[in-house]
């Protein structure tokens, strides 16, 4: 690499699970705490990392809510490989992952649970 030029770091943020309706709060949180010692120490401003947030979470939003139809109590896994350089935070969405669990309603719970035992009292299972 050539003298004076930085090479980028790198970084992951993964959430774990959490609520399709919160996916946005705990990114941005993570992604601040996974480069609080960048913006305590002055190399990186806060607002870079404010505005890479707003990015990813913009882009998260679309594919969630208009192309998945997720509901807000349906559950979502992210992971995002970024790169720091220049006080400058750039998304690798080439390595997005993004797992979605849907909810599955009480009222469809239940009625599984009521035909099964019906079908198990029937046979003199139960």
């Given amino acids: 690499m050539a003298e004076g030029v930085e090479k980028p770091e790198e970084g992951v943020v993964r959430t774990g699970v959490v609520l399709a309706g919160a996916y946005a709060d705990k990114l941005r949180r993570t992604l601040f ?3 609080s010692q960048k913006i305590k120490s002055g190399t990186l401003d806060p607002k870079e990392v404010a505005r890479a947030a ?3 979470n913009s882009l998260l939003y679309e594919v969630f809510v208009k192309h998945l139809a997720l509901s807000k109590g349906d559950l979502v896994r992210i992971e995002v490989p ?4 220049e006080g400058r935070i750039s998304w690798d969405l080439s390595g997005l992952k993004v797992r979605a669990f849907r909810e599955i309603g009480q009222e469809v719970v239940a009625k599984a649970i009521e035909e099964v035992l019906k079908v198990k009292a029937e046979s003199g299972q139960a």
Avoid at 82 to 85: N, P, T, V
Wanted: glycine share 10%.
């Fill in 33 to 35: 705490a996974q480069l």
């Fill in 54 to 56: 707003g990015e990813i």
């Fill in 82 to 85: 970024y790169s720091l350089k």
